[in-house]
């Protein structure tokens, strides 16, 4: 969604590189150019003002003119004010001291809070809570069913005492779930004294929304609000409104109040710089985002890593982060002394190529890396279509043959191709790639010192029942020897004649002409 906004910015900050001494001309004309890429983005106007106003005031001051480099000092101030605009330091979520935490959600409809309330819930429970999803939307036809379906994708169990709205746009009452049972407000009561019941330590009341703000949605988000008091209320925005999003964040507060923002759909492509005024114009902290349709596809947002991405410094903590979700690290450990020992087997690459296919698509990670803002146009070239066909070939693939590839012949080879539904000449490619790969990986770990003595639980010096000698130390080598020992030169060679016994051999013998037998 940043990619345009990043691409001005740094295109801005490239000029000032390689300057020694930076001129009040070359500040503003830098600022100008970042002004014009945050208005194109869809930034508020006066966050625009603000920001720039505090860059030239700091970059014309002593931290840059008595800077050795000013290039990155006027860099790290755009740095510095980009997570202040985003909101400074991350901020967790808030869990009352009382269980249950009740999570509140509002926003627009569209805006994705029903799919972000099993996201949430997921979230929660793989950080060891057990959340209880509560379905107060009774507005919006079959908005029960979708939160019923996404707390079973999320293994989340759901509060639901009421259908709510048909496809006829018509609330359905079911006395048999007791007085006031189609009333949200009732709904998002009784849901959470079923939490602290059952005992719940967490609760996230789906509430619902309009398609645009008036008066009867902010009085029944409000009668919620009072009825449950929640210890967080997230106003969850679409990245992509423009800036309509700033115009619904100010009704909210004002109407409802929110402690905290929830970022949807920011792997969208529209500019998405008006989700970055939310918190500079309402005050609220950004305490998550969204960035794909999966219920992985979210997590905490850091001000910090995020104006590193926008200035295409990239993200390594957050590429970490997955890394360590991803990759068991027994698993790791394991792998990493068998590349040391150059006994990595195809069964082994699978379980790595599946490894990084759980952390996402393959350009979003590399995306991540520093300097990946230049390889945008290889980045969308990459097809994660192709690990998927070298996956089914590698599981065409017997045991025996993915633990020792030498085995695979030609007519194992067709084998493999026709059961995984691609060509010979693939199963080829794999199989040598895997040997040359093998071969350098093998290679790099000696050079880093990496060898698969060194790696793992059991290297080659702690098996247990192999305790053999060593060959001990190297010989000293002689200058100007070959290898191996031997002389460099013919002329260094000993006089044969005053040997022992050599004296008494015939003349004209000659020594190549000898045979001899095998013990």
Request: glycine fraction near 12%; charge should be positive.
């Amino acid at each position: 969604m940043f990619d345009t906004l990043s691409d001005r910015i740094t295109s801005a900050l490239s000029n000032l590189r390689g300057k020694g001494r930076l001129s009040p001309a070359d500040i503003d004309a830098t600022a100008r150019e970042i002004r014009i890429a945050l208005l194109e983005a869809d930034v508020a106007l006066p966050v625009v003002r603000q920001f720039i106003g505090q860059v030239k005031e700091r970059a014309k001051g002593a931290e840059v003119s008595g800077a050795l480099n000013p290039a990155q000092q006027v860099i790290k101030i755009v740095n510095e004010e980009l997570i202040g605009i985003l909101g400074g330091p991350c901020r967790r979520l808030e869990l009352a001291k009382v269980p249950p935490t009740v999570i509140m959600l509002a926003g627009l409809q569209g805006s994705g809070k029903t799919t972000l309330a099993g996201k949430l819930a997921r979230w929660l429970r793989n950080q060891g809570h057990t959340p209880l999803l509560v379905a107060a939307d009774l507005q919006r036809p079959n908005a029960v069913t979708q939160l019923e379906i996404v707390g079973e994708q999320a293994g989340v169990p759901v509060y639901a005492p009421h259908p709510g709205a048909q496809a006829t746009g018509q609330i359905t009452q079911m006395t048999q779930y007791g007085q006031g049972a189609g009333d949200p407000v009732e709904v998002a009561r009784l849901g959470v004294a079923e939490a602290r019941a059952r005992q719940h330590d967490i609760v996230i009341v789906d509430t619902a929304g309009r398609l645009g703000v008036d008066a009867e949605m902010m009085r029944q988000a409000a009668d919620i609000r009072d009825a449950v008091q929640p210890t967080e209320t997230l106003f969850v925005v679409d990245a992509m409104i423009g800036q309509d999003a700033v115009t619904t964040a100010e009704a909210f507060r004002d109407g409802v109040g929110f402690t905290g923002v929830v970022l949807t759909k920011l792997d969208g492509d529209a500019r998405g710089g008006a989700a970055l005024s939310v918190r500079q114009v309402t005050g609220a902290p950004i305490l998550f985002a969204s960035n794909g349709e999966k219920l992985e596809d979210f997590d905490v947002f850091h001000p910090d890593r995020m104006a590193s991405r926008i200035l295409g410094m990239g993200d390594l903590l957050t590429l970490i982060e997955q890394a360590e979700q991803a990759f068991d690290a027994e698993q790791a450990e394991q792998a990493a002394a068998k590349i040391g020992s150059g006994e990595l087997t195809l069964e082994d690459f699978l379980e790595q190529m599946q490894a990084i296919r759980r952390m996402g698509p393959i350009a979003n990670l590399l995306g991540m890396l520093p300097g990946a803002a230049g390889m945008k146009e290889q980045l969308v070239q990459i097809d994660d279509k192709q690990l998927d066909r070298l996956q089914a070939i590698i599981c065409g693939m017997t045991p025996a043959e993915r633990a020792n590839p030498k085995i695979i012949n030609a007519s194992r080879r067709q084998r493999i191709a026709r059961g995984s539904g691609v060509a010979v000449s693939e199963v080829n490619q794999l199989v040598e790639r895997f040997f040359e790969a093998r071969k350098i990986m093998q290679q790099m770990a000696g050079r880093f010192g990496l060898s698969g003595a060194g790696l793992g639980r059991r290297g080659r010096k702690g098996r247990k029942g192999k305790k053999g000698k060593g060959r001990g130390p190297t010989p000293p080598r002689v200058r100007g020897a070959m290898p191996g020992g031997l002389p460099a030169s013919m002329s260094e060679l000993p006089d044969l004649s005053t040997l022992s016994g050599l004296e008494q051999l015939p003349p004209g013998f000659d020594p190549s002409r000898l045979k001899f037998r095998k013990k």
